[in-house]
């Protein structure tokens, strides 16, 4: 992936949170001109500010990287937000749910 790319893919996640390139920057810790430079792909992000910036966009790094095509990447990508919002517990519930939901279809 080149930066022109990792930096369109970031302002896609951005605009899909809502969120302005100067809030997130304040979320990363970054200045609002580092920030446009990299969605503008002239500068690549640190790996710390690119792990800063999946964590506030809720993404995994992979999904930014590797993203999604087709009708399932909403689906997906909403179901992973939700996830995230789950403590331990919940999360094993839901992991359960869906290993019972696979078994059940072969």
Do not use: W
């Amino acid at each position: 992936m080149t930066e022109k790319e990792l930096g369109l893919a970031i302002r896609a996640a951005r605009l899909r949170k809502g969120i302005s390139q100067e809030q997130l920057a304040e979320q990363v810790t970054i200045t609002p001109t580092h920030e446009k430079h990299i969605e503008s792909g002239h500068r690549g992000p640190s790996v710390e500010v690119l792990f800063n910036i999946t964590q506030a966009l809720d993404l995994s790094l992979d999904r930014l990287l590797f993203p999604l095509t087709g009708e399932r990447e909403g689906q997906l990508r909403d179901v992973n937000v939700l996830l995230n919002q789950c403590d331990s517990k919940e999360l094993r519930i839901m992991e359960d749910v869906l290993q019972s939901l696979l078994k059940n279809k072969k």
